[in-house]
């Protein structure tokens, strides 16, 4: 998959740049509006890249007037650092661009006449194979920094991985694969690890006798129509179990430790790796309708998948089997409304629950948050 990065590209997606949405942006660059900023803060309050299924790349933005113009720059690293200017802009954009080609994670930074630039991407890597692995990056805090990309990824199961999904991770440059899943998951499919990449077993469920990587209590559950209550009592569990409270502890002290780039993972990918991006990103500053909707994002990750375990599962209905294989607003609620009844709000389940201190979570907070505090929290 890995393919050369060529020395026209620069001049090659310039060419395709077109206008879309209505946002209407020229292609040429616009006369400069930028005031005097904080330079160090970055002014986007909305960005987003996602591959197009025909081809190519979306990419949105907006920031205030006083950002100026905007320049596009391309490149493979997630740092920006190889970026190449492919298009112009003003303070917002909505433009498509061609795609370099397949086979690489392309990033995208967006650089303002005034403020610090973000680089962003697509958050989905598009394997087959792990089709629920994607960035957990890219979303803007209350204070206006942005979660890093590139080096928090969230994952389903990492057994089945192709040799050419494997070499799209490879070139993530993994530090760490964090497995939250049982030990009987573990032993009948046991992970492919990219090369480099360290291995650490967090056991959520253990207190609970296996319960969420029990196969057959959730058929059970599935057979009885009881998958919503299931995953609802599931949630809970997240917040109060002793497995679950020290797997959650152990992974947000590890990757605040040193600077990582990492991804953790259960089954699907989505219920005890759910609460852990919830975790990590409230911890970081992210709205929490924003951790809602990341969350939410598995549904339609996980469509493809979830359509042909509807027809391998048969004779059991897609009536049984959705609640259980997909994900529901209220099964993150449960989860969250379980924080504020034991301890009264989320920074006291930090600190209490999961036994953090501030200094660990300033660490992860400095090791991955880029741009400066924009004033107090919005």
């Keep these: 998959m890995a393919m050369r990065f060529k020395s026209s590209l620069a001049a090659g997606l310039s060419v395709a740049l077109v206008l879309a949405g209505c946002a209407g942006q020229p292609v040429e660059r616009p006369v400069s509006t930028a005031a005097a900023v904080n330079q160090a803060v970055i002014p986007f309050v909305e960005a987003q890249a996602h591959a197009e299924e025909g081809g190519g790349y979306r990419l949105r933005w907006s920031a205030p007037a006083a950002a100026g113009a905007v320049t596009v720059l391309a490149g493979l690293q997630a740092d920006g650092r190889d970026g190449r200017i492919v298009a112009h ?3 917002a954009g909505d433009i498509r661009i061609a795609s370099p080609g397949s086979g690489q994670r392309w990033y995208f930074t967006l650089k303002p006449e005034a403020g610090a630039p973000l680089t962003i991407a697509d958050r989905g890597l598009g394997l087959v194979t792990a089709p629920n692995f994607r960035d957990a990056g890219g979303y803007r805090t209350t204070d206006g920094r942005w979660v890093r990309m590139g080096a ?5 199961q990492m057994d089945r991985i192709s040799t050419e999904d494997m070499a799209t991770i490879t070139a993530l440059g993994l530090d ?6 049982t030990e009987k998951e573990r032993t009948r499919e046991p992970d492919r690890l990219p090369p480099g990449a360290a291995p650490l077993v967090l056991d959520v469920m253990q207190s ?38 020290k797997a959650y502890h152990a992974l947000v002290a ?7 780039r990492f991804v953790y993972h ?24 924003t951790v809602f909707a990341d969350y939410l994002a598995s549904n339609s990750y996980l469509a493809d998948k979830n359509a ?6 048969a004779p059991l209905t897609r009536e049984q089997l959705e609640p259980i294989l997909t994900v529901r607003r209220e099964y993150l609620e449960a989860a969250f409304t379980a924080v504020d009844r034991r301890y009264g709000s989320f920074d006291a389940y930090l600190r209490d629950g999961l036994g953090l201190d501030s200094a660990a979570l300033q660490a992860m907070r400095d090791r991955y948050l880029v741009g400066a505090s924009a004033g107090p929290a919005e």
Excluded at 232 to 240: A, H
Excluded at 254 to 260: E, F, Q
Aim: glycine share 12%; net charge neutral; proline share 2%.
């Design 266 to 289: 259960c089954t699907a990918g989505k219920d005890r790796t759910g609460w852990a991006t919830a975790v990590l990103l409230t911890a970081l500053g992210v709205p929490r309708e």
């Design 254 to 260: 590890r990757v605040s430790a040193a600077p990582l």
């Design 152 to 156: 928090i990824y969230r994952s389903d």
């Design 308 to 313: 042909a375990s509807y027809a391998k599962l």
């Design 208 to 245: 609970t006798g296996e319960k969420g990587g029990d196969i057959d209590r959730a058929m059970e559950a599935i057979a009885s129509g009881r998958g919503a209550e299931f995953l609802i009592e599931l949630n809970r569990d997240f917040v109060v179990t002793d497995s679950a409270r």
């Design 89 to 91: 802009g003003g303070s």
């Design 176 to 181: 760490l694969v964090i497995d939250l899943r």
